[in-house]
Nanobody, 119 residues
């Protein structure tokens, strides 16, 4: 059974930081990518960042480059998203998701964690 369990969301002021965690288990063989996708109110889901365990490569949306960092702890089977210098437009539900490769369609999804950036 595939499980992607997010944690770490919350309310933070603009300019602040949060670290999201995604505990990963049960992904089928060949699913190398775990990423983060944001859904803001009234908007479509947006890919934020992705980590590929095939070659430890990472990718980011242009809007978060230089502020967000994705990483993976293989011993803990956890993927992290460190978010710094947060902006109100980063508000939304952040989903952890699994795919064959970064850039491919995500086939497995977590339940999401709310991030609100507001003063």
């Amino acid at each position: 059974q595939v499980q992607l369990v997010e944690s770490g969301g919350g309310l933070v002021q603009p300019g602040g930081s949060l670290r999201l965690s995604c505990a990963v288990s049960g992904l089928p063989m060949g699913y190398y990518a775990v990423g983060w996708v944001r859904q803001a109110p009234g908007k479509e889901r947006e890919r934020v960042s992705c980590f590929s365990s095939r070659d430890d490569s990472t990718s980011y949306a242009d809007s978060v480059k230089g502020r967000f960092t994705i990483s993976r702890d293989y011993a803990k089977n956890t993927v992290y998203l460190q978010m710094n210098r947060l902006k109100p437009e980063n508000t939304g539900v952040y989903y952890c998701a699994g795919a064959y490769y970064c850039g491919y369609e995500y086939d497995y999804w977590g339940q999401g964690t709310q991030v609100t950036v507001s003063s």
